[in-house]
């Protein structure tokens, strides 16, 4: 009686499962797409609105450095038109103060010689013994004369210790040489300030940074941020590759997934960020979606899963009869296949190796002098040497399609499909050498003194020979090989072909 084929028995459970996946699918598929398509709509809203956003910011950015630079101007034409005596320090002083106290912009203006010595500032008193020479700016228009005004990075005010965005023109003296730098500063915090009358969500943020990627200025967390540097982030070099633009990501500062337009100003290496949490933007979309897809995913469920109990219903039956099936094709000792699933395979591999004109290959092997390891260590050590020597068999099986079987007492099977006798040689031998590496020991083998195995090697063509001739005559022929090898004193590989 045959086995019925498993896959053919899973037809039914299959195609009851596939049919209820269909519909469910159906379902599905129609609310995912409505959801894709609203979805999309609320994006691309949120993305115009977060772009725009961004332009104001740069623009503002814009409007504070160009007014800076603009009483820059008037400091440097003041200098290089009465020097830097002490009268017109003490009245540029004065000047000073004044552009600082009149413009919620400007947090200090300063004056430095070409040593980088204070000179003049707008603050109440002159600090003492302060040098700027390390600056960055300083050393910018030491080296750079373009008469240009020139944006630094982010730093700490050395009179207040707050962040600051300088603001810095070169002058020179009346050789035109460089005689030292002004210096216009704007705090952080009025950017951020400035950030706070935009409502962006509680999770939203507004940031300007530079051109390097360091942070100028941020609302929410300005303090904490001012300063940091994200020019190794995947978010600022996709930034830094547009003008312009909205792109979705995970902010590096605070890891919250943003949708955020971004702009670069026209006239300084400044970009201004405007981000939109994707969660909060999005919410309204969501409670859409949600009550849409209510009742879609309880149809869908109970549909589900009233499918699923019947194809259990129909594959338990099913499993405890295949549980059956595989005890009676096991072997219990080993854990190999048994006998009968030796034949079952050898009867399936025959016809096929005609149908693809391939070789099939059979190796036969017997533990050497095993009676012998029985009497002397017992039965129950014989079964484990058996199970270890079919576990060794088991790892030089290793391509999809080899069968690893129980012959019969001590005797193992090995079917190769596809395995020409120059292969089936190798495996063969590969084997002797695995189980030999194994060293159990074997004191009464009378061919080494660990147990070793003789192997039986057949490779035969079924597509070149008789009609009548089977997987029995395969049987045959390693047989006989492995009877030429034991005869041959054992723990050797002996092949022949057919």
């Not at 409670?287 to 019947?310: C, Q």
């Amino acid at each position: 009686m045959m086995t019925p084929d498993p896959a053919r028995r899973r037809l039914l459970p299959n195609l009851l499962r596939g049919f209820v996946l269909t519909v469910c699918l159906l379902f599905a598929g129609a609310e995912y797409r409505h959801g894709l398509e609203t979805r999309q709509e609320a994006r691309a809203q949120i993305e115009l609105d977060a772009a725009n956003l961004a332009r104001s910011v740069s623009q503002h950015a814009e409007d504070s450095i160009l007014l800076a630079d603009s009483t820059l101007s008037g400091i440097v034409e003041d200098l290089q038109v009465h020097g830097t005596g002490r009268a017109n320090l003490r009245a540029l002083t004065r000047y000073l103060r004044n552009e600082a106290e009149r413009s919620t912009r400007l947090h200090g203006l300063f004056v430095y010689d070409a040593q980088g010595n204070w000179l003049a500032s707008s603050l109440e008193a002159m600090p003492e013994h302060f040098n700027n020479s390390d600056r960055a700016y300083f050393r910018h228009h030491q080296q750079v004369d373009d008469q240009r005004p020139w944006v630094g990075p982010p730093v700490r005010s050395r009179s207040d210790h707050s962040w600051i965005i300088t603001v810095t023109r070169r002058y020179e003296d009346a050789n035109g040489r460089f005689a030292g730098v002004v210096l216009a500063s704007i705090g952080a915090q009025y950017f951020a300030d400035f950030y706070k009358g935009f409502d962006v969500g509680h999770a939203g943020a507004i940031g300007l940074l530079n051109d390097a990627g360091l942070v100028c200025a941020r609302t929410p967390d300005n303090a904490s941020s001012v300063g940091r540097n994200l020019s190794n982030t995947a978010l600022f070099r996709e930034m830094a590759a547009r003008r312009s633009g909205a792109i979705t990501y995970d902010s590096p500062v605070d890891q919250v997934r943003r949708i955020s337009g971004f702009h670069h100003a026209d006239q300084f290496p400044l970009l201004a960020v405007a981000a939109l949490s994707e969660r909060e933007a999005l919410t309204a979309w969501r409670r859409s979606v949600r009550s849409h897809a209510l009742l879609t995913l309880v149809t869908i469920g109970l549909l589900a899963g009233l499918g699923e109990w019947l194809r259990g219903q129909l594959l338990a039956r099913q499993a405890v009869q295949e549980q059956f099936e595989a005890l009676a094709r096991t072997d219990g000792l080993t854990g190999l296949a048994n006998r009968r699933a030796l034949d079952e395979y050898l009867a399936e591999a025959w016809p096929r190796a005609i149908r693809e004109s391939a070789p099939l290959g059979l190796l036969l092997l017997d533990i050497d002098h095993f009676k012998d390891f029985n009497d002397t260590y017992g039965h129950q050590a014989g079964d484990a040497c058996l199970k270890r020597v079919a576990e060794a068999v088991r790892t030089c099986a290793r391509r999809h399609g080899d069968l690893v079987a129980r012959y019969g007492g001590e005797e193992l099977a090995l079917v190769l499909p596809g395995c020409d006798a120059a292969a089936l040689q190798a495996v063969g031998q590969a084997v002797c050498r695995s189980v030999q590496a194994l060293g159990i020991p074997h004191a009464e083998s009378y061919t080494a003194p660990v147990v070793t195995i003789s192997v039986g090697a057949a490779s035969t063509w079924p597509m070149r020979m008789a009609p009548e001739n089977g997987p029995a005559d395969l049987v045959n022929i390693a047989d006989m090989a492995l009877y030429d090898a034991k005869a041959g004193g054992r723990n050797r590989v002996v092949l022949r072909n057919q």
